[in-house]
């Protein structure tokens, strides 16, 4: 189990929220304990769903005060920068996989004034970015392959998640560690005592029997008992 660490965020991804009811779920989340809104950026190209554009992200702040993560699975992140940061994007997290010139897409983001984070595939190598993580504000480690929710995480995941974490430690860095894919009841802790200082959670919060007030509730006290 990792020590030492600071509370660990619930950040709920929207895309398994009601779509005809977002704001609405947006606030509920927000009152029900979030400590970020994760919002998939999906273009149908780089993953085959397709889902929001900046007008998204500029209607839901209107229903929260938290931070929006917008997490870009598109194809050319660069051409979208500005038009998300202008709606409202408080960090934009970008894929390895979709970048052409990663030096130049770090700088782009963090240029204008947002946090830069950066995230890889199951199938890719921490070692492929561990160079550019003391220019990061968080890693995103995926845990399923993207593009749907649902899925279940991989058994692989927390021997990865740990690699990072002591490589964060190790270079005495504040990178936040956020995992994505397949977190609910049973991973989140797993996840937790691997490292991760955010998890990203969707149909485990918004699909719950029980609502959503219960659901954050539950994974709470998963983590706070883990």
């Avoid at 963090?110 to 921490?126: E, H, Q, V, W």
């Avoid at 480690?141 to 430690?169: A, C, N, W, Y």
Wanted: contains cysteine; hydrophobic residues 40%.
């Amino acid at each position: 189990m990792m020590t030492n660490l600071p509370k660990i965020k619930i950040a709920p991804s929207i895309l398994s929220a009601d779509f005809a009811r977002l704001g609405e779920q947006v606030k509920e989340v927000t009152d029900s304990g979030a400590d970020l809104i994760h919002v998939d950026i999906m273009d149908g190209h780089f993953v085959d769903g397709l889902t929001w554009g900046p007008k998204t992200i500029e209607d839901i702040k209107k229903w929260t005060h938290l931070p929006i993560e917008a997490h870009m699975m598109v194809d050319n992140p660069d051409k979208q920068i500005n038009a998300f940061v202008n709606a409202g994007t408080d960090i934009m997290t970008i894929h390895y996989e979709a970048c052409s010139s990663l030096a130049n897409t770090i700088a782009s983001v963090k240029s204008r004034g947002i946090k830069m984070s950066l995230a890889i595939n199951p199938d890719t190598n921490f070692s492929n970015i561990e160079e550019y993580l003391h220019l990061l504000d968080q890693v995103l480690v995926m845990t399923v392959h993207p593009g749907l929710p649902g899925q279940k995480f991989l058994d692989t995941s927390p021997k990865k998640i740990s690699s990072v974490r002591k490589s964060i430690e190790e270079k005495c860095l504040n990178t936040e560690l956020e995992v994505d894919g397949g977190i609910n009841a049973e991973t989140i802790s797993i996840a937790a005592q691997a490292g991760a200082s955010v998890l990203v959670a969707g149909s485990a919060i918004y699909d719950h029997p029980a609502g959503i007030n219960n659901a954050m509730k539950s994974l709470r006290e998963k983590l706070d008992s883990s």
